[in-house]
């Protein structure tokens, strides 16, 4: 006969309690069989990877909760969907239909010898979600699963200067991505593509919904333009800055090297358009 002890009724006893999350993660009717699944909740949370030749998945051990479930697999976008955990239940097909991203293909080079640069660490800044990738030995690389529109990537290499760059996701054409030797004196300070302005804080409710100038570098296109500090940006490109989250805002800013942006200025009550040129900037006014 079988003896239970204390602890072994009490496990028992949270076994009972707890739910099962399941379900199949397809791609145009065909089982995705790699993916990574992310629960959240206020009062549970968990990340695994699920390989699955079938693209089924299980996640045991579910407390009573109410959240999200979140799918990310490499050339996809990310998918989402409520899910609802009552007290020690299971609850079943929780099925997905992942929809293909768009992609960036490129090359990292050096910029002084004009050589390519392998294992350089590619990765979305404005998505963390999106794998990071490392350049072939050709220098190559390819990021996928991505939404239409503007990203801010990011390239990393040791002995290299870290380059930011906006670029545009879906136009097809592949991207050459230049690094910097890092020397002794500069050490390693990112780079990055932009007209060199740095904002004190949004500008309060009654003035508007721009960004006031602090900073402007002194190499800058923002400073060359016109710009002084102090001033308001109330639009970039046409788009204005409380439309849109911060950092979609900053990244109509930001953009390839020798590229115009048209920046909307408020001065002493004024507002005009000024054209900054981008240029590649290592923060140092």
Do not use: C
């Not at 079938?54 to 998918?79: C, K």
């Not at 030995?137 to 990537?153: H, I, M, Q, S, T």
């Not at 879906?170 to 991505?177: K, L, M, N, W």
């Amino acid at each position: 006969m079988l003896r239970f002890g204390a602890a072994d009724r009490a496990r028992l006893l949270l076994l009972a309690r707890e739910g099962t999350l399941s379900g199949r993660v397809l791609a145009q009717g065909a089982p995705v069989t790699s993916f990574r699944l992310r629960v959240q909740s206020v009062t549970f949370s968990t990340e695994l990877q699920v390989s699955s030749p079938d693209g089924r998945y299980l996640i045991a051990g579910v407390p009573r909760m109410s959240g999200d479930l979140e799918v990310v697999a490499p050339g996809f976008l990310l998918a989402r969907e409520s899910v609802v955990v009552p007290r020690g239940e299971a609850v079943t097909d929780v099925d997905f239909g992942l929809e293909r991203g768009s992609s960036i293909a490129g090359w990292v080079f050096d910029q002084d010898t004009a050589l390519p640069l392998g294992r350089a660490w590619v990765s979305v800044r404005s998505n963390p979600d999106v794998m990071p990738v490392r350049s072939d030995a050709l220098g190559r690389f390819l990021l996928d699963g991505l939404k239409p529109g503007r990203v801010e990537v990011s390239v990393d290499r040791s002995g290299y200067r870290t380059r930011e760059v906006v670029l545009g996701v879906g136009s097809g054409d592949p991207v050459r991505i230049g690094l910097t030797p890092a020397t002794r004196s500069s050490g390693e300070s990112p780079e990055y593509e932009g007209v060199g302005m740095q904002f004190e804080s949004r500008a309060s409710p009654d003035e508007g919904l721009g960004y006031r100038v602090s900073a402007l570098h002194r190499e800058g296109g923002a400073r060359v333009a016109g710009v002084e500090v102090g001033d308001e940006i109330l639009a970039a490109e046409g788009v204005l800055a409380g439309s849109v989250p911060t950092d979609e805002f900053l990244r109509q800013i930001k953009g390839t090297e020798g590229t115009v942006v048209t920046l909307t200025v408020r001065r002493a009550g004024r507002v005009f358009d000024l054209h900054a040129v981008r240029r590649r900037l290592r923060w140092d006014p």
